[in-house]
């Protein structure tokens, strides 16, 4: 049987980040700056990739969808935000914010995944460099990218198709800038236990294998250097990790905060300004940290650059 939402509601308002009107410009400059270095800078690192043949491994594979999720993913969010500091009523029709949902939450957590497929290949590097390009092939490289994606659609499906089952009766304002999971339960006049149990099955299974395979991957590395002859190789290996660790800390530091105060009713309001972290500074400081920590980002980028100029 089809599935239909009869709810009474076909559109929400978007409370947006803040209601304060002498805060609307400053803030709408500020998020318009950010989007356009995000977008400059993961764009930038994924043409390098494409045009530099010297960055044609795996880690600069992993690195690659890295950029194209954190690009999609504050594509999906920014646009709609800095509208809602430009309007009075911050209107999203029911269909778009399903949408938005949907793709939300899929590249949220195909990051999720991606991040724990370069914390393996980091342990594969350094762990086992003679077996390196044996183990990560073509072939294993795109099918952990693939089972990252297939995941996060899984997931995306998941909370969407329960969200659209959902009545909504009377109340249509979402208390954030985004059609977010927690905000839209607070508007339900059905029940949201299905929903609740969705929630709990997807964050246990990504916080259990990403966690898991992170925390291995990572305390054999630790183990690793710790038995290495020369400070050299200790400085090399850790050098390999930094980008990768300072991208996890940021990443699932401010996604874990976020979760935390928006599964409480009252601290809501406080889980929408801490979400701003990982949906618009995170996606803008990867390439960053990435590109200014690694030679052969900054490498290829003076090629470009003299190749321009020339």
């Known amino acids: ?8 509601v076909t559109e929400f308002i978007l409370v947006g980040l803040t209601g304060q009107p002498e805060l609307q410009l400053p803030l709408f400059f500020l998020f318009l700056v950010n989007y356009v270095v995000t977008v400059v800078g993961n764009l930038s690192l994924i043409i390098l990739i494409c045009f530099y043949s010297h960055l044609h491994t795996p880690m600069y594979f992993f690195l690659f969808n890295l950029s194209f999720i954190d690009l999609c993913y ?25 949408a938005q949902l ?20 980091r342990y594969v590097a350094i762990c086992k460099p003679l077996l390196y390009t044996i183990t990560m092939t073509p072939q294993v490289c795109s099918l952990l990218m693939a089972a990252s994606y297939v995941m996060g659609f899984a997931g995306a499906m998941a909370h969407t198709g329960c969200m659209i ?18 905000p ?22 990504v916080v259990i294998v990403s966690s898991a395979i992170i925390f291995i991957s990572y305390a054999l590395i630790l183990f690793n250097i710790l038995h290495m002859p020369s400070a050299k190789g200790w400085t090399k290996a850790l050098n390999t990790c930094s980008s990768h660790v300072i991208t996890l800390g940021l990443f699932y530091g401010f996604g874990l905060l976020t979760h935390v105060k928006s599964s409480s009713a009252g601290s809501l309001g406080q889980g ?25 980002v900054k490498l290829a980028l003076r090629k470009i650059l003299k190749r321009v100029t020339n």
């Open 165 to 182: 089952r959902l009545t909504f009766c009377d109340s249509n304002t979402i208390n954030h800038y985004i059609c977010e999971i927690f």
């Open 272 to 296: 929408k300004h801490f979400s701003v972290f990982y949906t618009n500074v995170v996606p803008m400081l990867n390439p960053l940290i990435y590109s200014l920590r690694n030679k052969d």
């Open 74 to 98: 504050s594509s999906v969010v920014t646009p709609k935000m800095l509208m809602s500091f430009n309007s009075e009523r911050n209107l999203i029709s029911f269909a778009g914010c399903m």
């Open 102 to 121: 949907f793709f939300f939450c899929f590249f949220i957590i195909s990051e999720c995944y991606v991040l724990t497929a370069m914390a393996y290949d």
């Open 1 to 8: 049987m089809a599935v239909e939402n009869v709810s009474s």
């Open 184 to 205: 839209l339960l607070q508007l339900s006049c059905s029940s949201t236990y299905a929903n609740e149990l969705v929630i709990s099955i997807i964050e246990s299974t």
